[in-house]
């Protein structure tokens, strides 16, 4: 991976030391960036900017709602590598399952500081950084489940819905120079989402016309497409990756 040709453009990727995440980060050093990645395990970061190639890629542990991280992560990818084209909101966090009558309101706090605010102040930094006199673009990783009800998992389908508006509001208020979309990826085979496959996989499989679950290298492309010259005149956009299940909508 590390003998592409540098194509001379650095993101920033939040939540990428394993799933997707890294995926993303993966796809955009395969094609010549080098990224910064951030996220809360230092020893899942250290293994992740191995295999992404030292030369490539840089990262900053910490908690992504946690300004000072953010403050942080944005100093060290322009100290590394002088600049910041592209940002990738990929951290979230879902820590409660169950109805959303019941949920405990402080739990319902912190799934929007991770799931929007911390996009916002990343959005924020990265713009003030670099952006918003070089240009560039922002993808935040949102999900169909912020474009339909999502029992069980309200809170953070509201979050997602949430980070869909924001991601209108972003870019309306940075064009032209600042392209902002969204991606809303249904399962993905992640550990983030085992919890909605585990020990059934073939069964939750066979719900999507494509016949099976997403993979990190899916929304990873999708996320080098939105961050890549042949997206220049698509802004403001949510990309649905979901191997057709949104087709199913209605169907008895």
């Known amino acids: 991976m590390t003998s592409v040709e540098l194509s001379g453009k650095v993101a920033l990727v939040t939540g990428a030391s394993r799933g997707i995440g890294y995926g993303v980060a993966e796809a955009l ?139 209108v509001q972003l870019a309306h208020e940075f064009a032209p120079g600042v392209r902002v979309n969204a991606i809303a990826p249904a399962v993905v085979k992640t550990k983030f989402a085992q919890a909605l496959y585990e020990g059934r996989e073939a069964e939750a499989a066979a719900a999507y016309p494509l016949g099976r679950l997403g993979v990190p290298s899916d929304i990873g492309g999708a996320a080098a497409f939105l961050t890549s010259d042949q997206s220049d005149w698509v802004t403001g956009q949510t990309l649905v990756v979901d191997g057709g299940i949104f087709l199913n909508a209605g169907v008895a």
């Open 29 to 167: 050093v395969a094609r010549g960036d080098r990224v910064c990645i951030t996220g809360r395990n230092e020893d899942a970061l250290k293994e992740a900017v191995e295999k992404l190639g030292a030369d490539r890629a840089v990262y900053v542990a910490g908690k992504a709602h946690d300004e000072a991280h953010q403050a942080v992560a944005v100093e060290r990818v322009m100290e590394a590598f002088g600049r910041v084209d592209y940002l990738v909101n990929n951290a979230g966090t879902n820590p409660v399952f169950g109805p959303i009558a019941d949920l405990d309101l402080n739990v319902a706090r912190k799934v929007f500081e991770t799931n929007v605010v911390s996009a916002l102040g990343f959005a924020q930094r990265t713009w003030h950084a670099w952006q918003k006199d070089n240009g560039g673009a922002i993808v935040n990783i949102a999900s169909v489940a912020g474009l339909a009800p999502s029992p069980f998992i309200g809170a953070y389908g509201v979050s997602k819905a949430a980070l869909i508006n924001l991601t």
